[in-house]
């Protein structure tokens, strides 16, 4: 399916469509009159974001919410731009409460992990967005606001509140980033924007076991659209995200591999001490500058990658 506007979003499943910020996915979900938006982003991409709206929903579109997945900085830059430009309320976990209203700081990144994504979170902000009164918490039962159908699963271990959003008829999952669909370890990975589920290094985990966990679950869903926080939504999904569970293992080092963070309603009451870091800051930087250049050239790639996107036929 070729795109007929630059600006639309994609279709992947019946109402569900989705868009790139940056290197982080937003979607579009439900029928006009009656949709949400799943994250918000990367700071700095309203513009993209309300004309893939008009496109689809018609020039003064406003979802009924904006749902989270969790509130890390990379699915909630545009949030506050959109909660005033709408006047919707943002709906998270109770668990992501004290990092969306300024109350805690996340637990720590994790840069020893190692690879792609581990070294770049070193220039990553700890800080994320305060949502005040606009952040209600999503409702008890599992059910989804303005999203019949849906259901919430929570899936703790990359953020305390994270959660996926789930539709058993056509098996569509929004994963989050409870795993990814690009192979964010690698350099060449990331670079590439290949199709491929990855996640088992990410600097944010402050808890393998949980995350091992949350990764089954999704795994036992047996999903046929994998669309997740970063990466090209993946279709026929299942056999690979289950070879994926039964393959993942915490990386070989790091924070929290023996010890998780722990947290609670008000924020983070443990982290285990930092392994040493050794990479010298300046060589850090250097790299990373190179990294964000090269990024840009690659960014039009993406662009193409979501133009030429082709869902697969749905199957019960
Ligand atoms: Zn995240
Ligand atoms: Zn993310």
Request: charged share 20%; with cysteine; hydrophobic share 40%.
């Amino acid at each position: 399916m070729v795109r007929p506007n630059p600006s639309a979003a994609v279709e992947l499943a019946p109402d569900v469509a989705w868009l790139r910020s940056s290197f982080a996915n937003v979607y579009l979900v439900g029928k006009a009159e009656n949709w949400v938006l799943i994250d918000a982003g990367v700071v700095g991409y309203t513009r993209q974001i309300l004309d893939a709206v008009h496109v689809r929903f018609g020039e003064n579109a406003k979802p009924k919410a904006i749902l989270l997945t969790h509130g890390h900085y990379d699915h909630v830059g545009c949030a506050r731009d959109l909660i005033r430009l709408w006047n919707v309320p943002a709906y998270a976990h109770p668990m992501e409460f004290p990092y969306l209203t300024g109350k805690s700081l996340y637990p720590r990144k994790d840069p020893t992990v190692g690879g792609a994504m581990g070294f770049l979170s070193r220039f990553f902000p700890a800080r994320t967005v305060n949502l005040g009164d606009s952040l209600l918490a999503l409702p008890p039962g599992n059910e989804v606001p303005a999203l019949p159908g849906w259901q919430w699963i929570f899936t703790p271990g990359h953020a305390p509140g994270h959660v996926s959003f789930w539709r058993e008829s056509d098996r569509t999952l929004i994963a989050g980033d409870v795993v990814a669909t690009a192979d964010l370890d690698s350099w060449r990975g990331m670079m590439s924007r290949k199709k491929q589920l990855s996640g088992a290094r990410s600097p944010f985990v402050y808890d393998w076991a949980k995350t091992k966990t949350s990764v089954e679950a999704l795994a036992a869903l047996r999903p046929h659209v994998l669309a997740c926080g970063h990466g090209e939504p993946m279709e026929d999904a299942a056999d690979e995200l289950a070879a994926f569970a039964t393959g993942f293992t915490p990386p070989a080092k790091g924070r929290y591999v023996d010890v998780a963070a722990r947290t609670d309603a008000d924020g983070v009451v443990y982290e285990p001490p930092p392994p040493r870091d050794n990479l010298p800051k300046m060589a850090a930087g250097l790299v990373a500058g190179v990294f964000v250049l090269a990024g840009v050239v690659y960014r039009k790639r993406g662009k193409n990658a979501q133009r030429d996107f082709r869902p697969a036929e749905p199957r019960s």
